[in-house]
């Protein structure tokens, strides 16, 4: 039976990683003891190599369903450049092709096999299935099984087939969105114990969060572009028209950007999305139809440049930045006007569902106002409790001045509590400041203890504590019923346990509009060579990739290129450091980083410095002579020596035997406890040998024994 230990060893070799996240390593113990399992985890969380690892490490094929056959193509290319056995089958294919598929599929050669949804329920392929060994089963965008979630469809409802034809083979089904509803429905349909539902926080602290009011939009966004140069990033628009205008306005000031919407041929938005896809568009101007489907990793930044309708689609739109895990930006624009449009298109739309919708604007409208932390007005949002500051947004990096609301909030909370937890919000402000009002009357509410205990503060004023207490968490409002206020388990916490509230002022006005300033420190000489690099890394990804037919991105990561920076790898021994670098990927592509960081290194005195005796090391992998070497770098040999010998200490892989031979070692070994151990001094030990062995040969010895105390 397979282990973790072997998944860790299979995530190394196949995908350059070192360790499992968190949730991953969960998810796929449960697999190998054979449990199914629902993992839920945001876009960028890591869910594919929840299965594709117990597929590699198992024996058998894996089989996962996937909705969106760009995405499926994308991974199975992904795969295959890692040197994973992998394939997909779908109506894109020809027969022929798909035939190819399924023998490659009898003949046991695949580790995984992509498949769309019409396809395993297609009646000719359960044959097929019944003949191969299968190790697991894989649901990708599981929530399109239920009618509640964003994304239905009608075909994922029938997989329920799955548990009933293959009993004891473990069913993995991913999502990146799924409120309570819809977890249930996924659990009740695929037959995945309720117990087995892994939940990862949905928190995405790479991105920085910013809302910014919209005058001078046009103004705002190139320089925003200006001081985000050569990155990647998506403009919102709302309109068609817009999209096309904020890209000519990009254009002309000399930025690749490019618009796509519906409006456009499917010819035509193919090829933008691919030139985005490929590095060769920098911005894409799009109303919400783009960035479905594509999972293009290093997308820096998004900007909103009108508001959208609600958090989910806020949400899930700036969730397409940052996927590699590195800082990313979020930028909205926040304009009154935009806010009338959007409700006045809610109100007129012939929709029971009108309410609902203007609910949800009403709670991005509260985010886009909010004074407090507002990754804790977003988590909040989306039920997962957070109360912290973030510290990566622009109200943690602005604080407006906070008091301590902790009375006004028991006050508020107190008399909810009293009226039985729940009570719509304009009617809990009439009790506390002691309104006469029918209602009031009507339920005895002005029996209740807390009635008229707020008095001293306006009706307004409690509206704006109460939109704060909302979005800190400590009250609830289901998403239907926008006017009802709840009663939860943090709101417990202050009532009963005495939890602190931090509040803002109500002032009677609205937000200061000031911009945060970003201070900037010229960078070093040693940045500027680093920044220079990547820049140079990224190109040579981009070429490669182009030869490979593949994404950039899927070749290596903007992680993987940071992590190159950090480690600045010149000889072929320290690539297997670095994150994203599977060993086909070395093989493939190793060489080609590794002379260009060679070549840059040697280049620059200040980053040469750093890297001596790695650059030593990468001389001596291509066989030149310590004397060799002493000369092209125009360093001294004795330094070079050391370098051989430190090499060795640090564990590179150095053959020494050329400079130490057996006999060479064993009788200096000797000297040296004749001289009391490893701390005698180099001349000492030299004298007692009569100088009949070289300094090299004694360093490496005192290496050698230092590395066997070290036991490497
Ligand atoms: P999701 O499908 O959940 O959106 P992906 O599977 O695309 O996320 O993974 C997001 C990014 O994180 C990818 O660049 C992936 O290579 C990287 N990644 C996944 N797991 C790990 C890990 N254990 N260590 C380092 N990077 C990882
Ligand atoms: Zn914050």
């Excluded at 205008?245 to 691919?274: C, E, I, N, P, W």
């Excluded at 050391?642 to 590179?652: C, M, P, R, V, W």
């Excluded at 005698?680 to 030299?686: D, E």
């Amino acid at each position: 039976m397979a282990n973790l230990e072997q998944g860790l060893a299979a995530l190394k070799q196949y995908f350059g990683y070192e360790s499992f996240r968190p949730l991953q390593e969960k998810t796929i113990t449960y697999l190998l003891e054979g449990k199914d399992v629902l993992t839920l985890m945001p876009t960028g969380g890591g869910k594919s190599i929840c299965f594709q690892i117990p597929a590699i490490i198992l024996e058998g094929t894996c089989i996962v369903v996937s909705p969106l056959i760009a995405l499926m193509q994308d991974q199975v290319e992904g795969l295959v450049a890692n040197g994973i056995r992998a394939a997909f089958l779908n109506s894109s294919q020809t027969p022929s092709e798909q035939q190819d598929i399924e023998t490659r599929l009898l003949q046991r050669q695949l580790d995984l096999l992509y498949i769309s949804p019409e396809k395993i329920i297609s009646p000719g392929f359960i044959p097929v299935l019944n003949t191969i060994k299968i190790n697991l089963f894989a649901i990708d965008e599981a929530h399109c099984i239920s009618m509640w979630g964003h994304d239905f469809r009608q075909e994922y409802t029938k997989l329920g087939f799955i548990r009933e034809q293959f009993p004891g083979i473990p069913i993995l089904a991913l999502t990146a969105s799924a409120e309570k509803v819809t977890r249930l429905d996924i659990t009740r349909q695929l037959g995945i114990p309720e117990e087995h539902i892994l939940v990862a926080s949905f928190d995405r602290p790479n991105i920085y969060l910013e809302v910014r009011p919209g005058r001078k939009r046009m103004e705002q966004i190139t320089d925003f572009v200006h001081h985000n140069r050569k990155q990647s990033g998506i403009v919102y628009c709302l309109s068609r028209k817009s999209t096309e205008q904020v890209a000519a306005r990009l254009q002309a000031a000399g930025y690749k950007a490019a618009f796509y919407h519906a409006g456009m041929s499917a010819r035509d938005r193919a090829s933008t999305q691919s030139d985005f896809i490929a590095d060769r568009t920098q911005i894409i101007c799009a109303t919400i139809a783009f960035g479905m489907g594509i999972d293009k990793s290093n997308v820096r930044w998004i900007i909103h440049y009108n508001l959208p309708k609600n958090m989910e689609g806020y949400y899930q739109e700036i969730g397409r930045a940052g996927r590699d895990g590195l800082p990313a930006q979020a930028l909205l624009f926040y304009t009154v006007a935009d806010l009338q449009m959007l409700r006045d298109m809610l109100t007129q739309q012939e929709s029971n569902q009108a309410e609902l919708q203007l609910a949800k604007l009403e709670r991005i409208q509260q985010y886009a106002e909010s004074l407090v932390c507002r990754r804790r007005v977003l988590l909040n949002y989306f039920g997962e409790p957070f109360h912290r500051d973030c510290d990566n947004c622009d109200t943690c990096k602005q604080p407006h001045s906070g008091i301590d609301g902790t009375i006004i909030a028991q006050k508020a909370l107190s008399a909810l509590y009293r009226t039985g937890g729940r009570e719509s919000n304009s009617l809990l402000i009439h009790i506390l400041r002691g309104s006469r009002k029918k209602e009031v009357l009507e339920k005895n509410y002005h029996e209740l203890k807390s009635y008229g205990c707020g008095a001293e503060h306006s009706y307004e004023a409690w509206q704006f504590y109460l939109v704060q207490l909302r979005n800190l968490g400590y009250l609830e409002s289901p998403p239907d019923q926008k006017n009802m206020v709840l009663i939860n388990d943090a709101s417990k916490r202050v009532l009963f346990s005495g939890e602190k509230v931090k509040l803002i002022r109500f002032s009677g006005s609205g937000r200061s509009t000031e911009t945060p300033v970003k201070i900037s420190r010229g960078p070093s000489q040693t940045q500027r060579d680093l920044s220079e690099l990547y820049d140079l890394l990224i190109e040579l990804r981009r070429s490669l990739a182009v030869k490979a037919g593949i994404p950039p991105y899927s070749l290596l990561s903007d992680a993987d290129i940071q992590s190159m920076i950090e480690q600045l790898p010149v000889s072929t021994y320290e690539l297997h450091s670095v994150s994203g670098m599977s060993q086909k990927k070395i093989a493939d592509y190793g060489n080609f980083f590794r002379q260009a960081i060679l070549s840059f290194v040697s280049d620059r005195p200040l980053l040469a410095k750093k890297k001596s005796k790695a650059l030593t090391f990468a001389y001596l992998e291509k066989g030149l002579s310590l004397e060799e070497i002493a000369s092209l770098r125009q360093l001294k040999l004795v330094t070079i020596e050391d370098h051989a010998a430190q090499l060795y200490t640090d564990g590179f892989p150095l053959d020494i035997r050329p400079f130490l031979p057996l006999d060479a070692e064993v009788v200096i070994r000797e000297a040296i406890h004749k001289a009391g151990g490893v701390k005698a001094p180099l001349k000492t030990l030299h004298d007692l040998l009569f100088g009949q062995y070289s300094y090299l040969a004694i360093k490496l010895t005192l290496a050698k024994m230092e590395r066997e105390r070290m036991q490497i």
